[in-house]
T-cell receptor, first 116, second 112 residues
Framework: AQKVTQAQTEISVVEKEDVTLDCVYE???????LFWYKQPPSGELVFLIR????DEQNEISGRYSWNFQKSTSSFNFTITASQVVDSAVYFC?????????????WGAGTKLIIKP | NAGVTQTPKFRILKIGQSMTLQCAQD?????MYWYRQDPGMGLKLIYY???????DKGEVPNGYNVSRSTTEDFPLRLELAAPSQTSVYFC???????????FGSGTRLTVV
């Protein structure tokens, strides 16, 4: 059955440290999509990235980078030189091309606290 | 570009009352979704729609109803509100099911 696991419930680091948020997924499909969303303390949900299962290239966007490894079924998110504004809950999610019933499978989220 | 607009932002209901949470998007997205998020928890899908006139149940549909008469609007109806429905409700939309979602700002509902 499809599943997304974010084993880190909460991470706390000091500003300017690098931090990696783990995401492990389970799926039987060969075609699927992985996502990361950010929910800052203000409460809104912000889409960060989508990656399809055929594209294992790592993605970098400024201080954010994502490492997709099909061999370990992981889609980890790294923030380099963290800043206080990065404090948020981060959700990883999975969408399968088939048999998903249009439901996005969400991880439980990782709360990231960046201390000044 | 407004994106996804949810109203109201906050509401307090008494047990047994009913209300409709409004959601509108102006991006011509086919897919729309209603989620609830309980304190400190992740998102649970209530209902979704793949286009005007088509809706279906998600993970936690009991106590709710939806309609999708137009592409733009996807209201969520709460009948006979219960304390268990105290939550933050998010509406979202996407052009395709495999796309990232655009979320509304949420409605914080308290049932007392």
């Amino acid at each position: 059955a499809q599943k997304v696991t974010q084993a880190q419930t909460e991470i706390s680091v000091v500003e300017k440290e690098d931090v990696t948020l783990d995401c492990v997924y389970e799926t039987r499909d060969t075609t699927y999509y992985l996502f990361w969303y950010k929910q800052p303390p203000s409460g809104e949900l912000v889409f960060l990235i989508r990656r399809n299962s055929f594209d294992e290239q790592n993605e970098i966007s400024g201080r954010y980078s994502w490492n997709f490894q099909k061999s370990t079924s992981s889609f980890n998110f790294t923030i380099t030189a963290s800043q206080v504004v990065d404090s948020a809950v981060y959700f990883c999610a999975l969408s399968e091309a088939e048999d998903s019933n249009y439901q996005l499978i969400w991880g439980a989220g990782t709360k990231l606290i960046i201390k000044p | 570009n407004a994106g996804v607009t949810q109203t109201p932002k906050f509401r307090i209901l008494k047990i047994g009352q009913s209300m409709t949470l409004q959601c509108a998007q102006d991006m011509n997205h086919n897919y729309m979704y209603w989620y609830r998020q309980d304190p400190g928890m992740g998102l649970k899908l209530i209902y979704y729609s793949v286009g005007a006139g088509i809706t279906d149940k998600g993970e936690v549909p009991n106590g709710y109803n939806v309609s999708r008469s137009t592409t733009e609007d996807f209201p969520l109806r709460l009948e006979l509100a219960a304390p268990s429905q105290t939550s933050v409700y998010f509406c979202a939309s996407s052009y395709r099911v495999s796309d990232g979602y655009t979320f509304g700002s949420g409605t914080r509902l308290t049932v007392v």
